[in-house]
């Protein structure tokens, strides 16, 4: 499903992103990439939705050797990748259906659609009662449940999760963690890139460390390290 061979991403001023990683994800894992601070989680997970470039090496998405990737085939690759970030960069002057709808209207979804997969993924993330609300109407925990509401509009295989709990309490961040595991249990693979030591340690999964750009342990069953 995901396939990283040898990959290293150099930043201006030769800063490592990532060095000479190579990892592969099969299909249905949850996997949690975790370490310090500018250790390279949030550059895997940028080379994984191709928002970076690599150096050298191999990116392969399923069949898709992504290395390369045209700018013009980027928006068909992330159609087949669900993204969540920290910031829940919603669209305050749109409700909750109105903001997950809009992720379907830019790809040029018709409204048939869009009318039938809205209600479809609010009800998933447990929003559908609030779906007229707008966003400083909700608690963070509900703002980052419309964004990742936003992020299955196209039934992604995959779903990467860059520190979605970052600004949420404990309460919530254990709320959204259920989610994606519930995601999980659907056949989405999952890559959550976090810095929670408690989060990583519950959850029982594969846990790959990174350190300085490089990965030092892979365990299938792990713990948070560092």
Known sequence: ????????????????????????????EFVSIVGQSGCGKTTIAKLIIAEERLTKGRVIIGDWDITNVSQRDVPILRRQIGVVFQDFKLLARKTVFENVAFALEVSGAPNDQITTVVPQVLKIVGLETKHDRFPNQLSGGEQQRVVI???????????????????????NAQEIIDLLKRINSFGTTVVLVTHNRDIVNTLRKRVITLDHGRVISDQRSGKYLL
């Open 1 to 28: 499903m995901i396939t990283f061979a040898n990959v290293t991403k150099l930043y201006p001023k030769e800063v490592v992103g990532v060095q000479d990683v190579s990892l592969s994800i099969e299909p249905g």
């Open 149 to 171: 509401a936003r992020s299955l509009v196209h039934r992604p295989k995959i779903l990467v999760a860059d520190e979605p709990t970052g600004n949420l309490d404990s309460i």
